[in-house]
């Protein structure tokens, strides 16, 4: 795919979010294995802890870096045929879900893509489901709505 639309620029404040949800999650199971250490007298615990600590520190430092490297290189298009997803330049991944295999297209979002105003749109086939991470809300239902026609159009001719 040498074109495509790129995301909404509010995703790489969705993806920082997230960063710090997992940073929390990590930290949070750090404490406890530090206060099951302190109160428990589990000594067992103190590498564990240091471990979920340096595992939260390095996962934060990371999915950082990485905002501005997913934004520029993730892309989606749809044709008549396909639905085109591209991510990554060092790791390069280009899926292609064909149109007649598409079973649903979902739109969600979850309470921090709502904070931004984003949706994300899954796209259904038999045997898996791909993402489309942060649409604003109308160029979604647009897309959602692309996508089901042209399912319905290539199942009509089928038969």
């Known amino acids: 795919m040498t074109e495509g639309t790129h995301l909404p620029s509010k ?5 920082q979010v997230s ?11 750090g404490i406890g ?39 520029a290189f993730w892309r989606y298009r749809l044709t008549d045929d396909a639905v085109e997803l591209q991510s990554g330049y060092i790791f390069k991944k280009m899926v292609s879900i064909p149109i007649a295999r598409v079973q649903d297209v979902t739109l969600s979002a979850g309470p921090v893509l709502q904070s931004q105003k984003l949706q994300k749109v899954d796209v259904t086939t038999a045997s898996t489901s791909h993402k489309i991470d942060g649409l604003e809300p109308q160029v979604a239902e647009q897309l959602r709505k692309q996508i089901m026609r042209l399912a ?4 009509e001719n089928d038969v």
């Open 11 to 15: 995703i790489k404040r969705v993806w």
């Open 19 to 29: 960063a710090f949800i997992n940073f929390a999650i990590w930290l949070a199971i």
């Open 33 to 71: 294995c530090y206060l099951g250490l302190k109160f428990l007298h589990w000594e067992w615990l103190f590498w564990p802890g240091i471990g979920f600590g340096a595992i939260a520190i390095i996962d934060l430092i990371f999915e950082l870096i990485l905002v501005p490297y997913r934004y």
């Open 152 to 155: 319905v159009e290539v199942k």
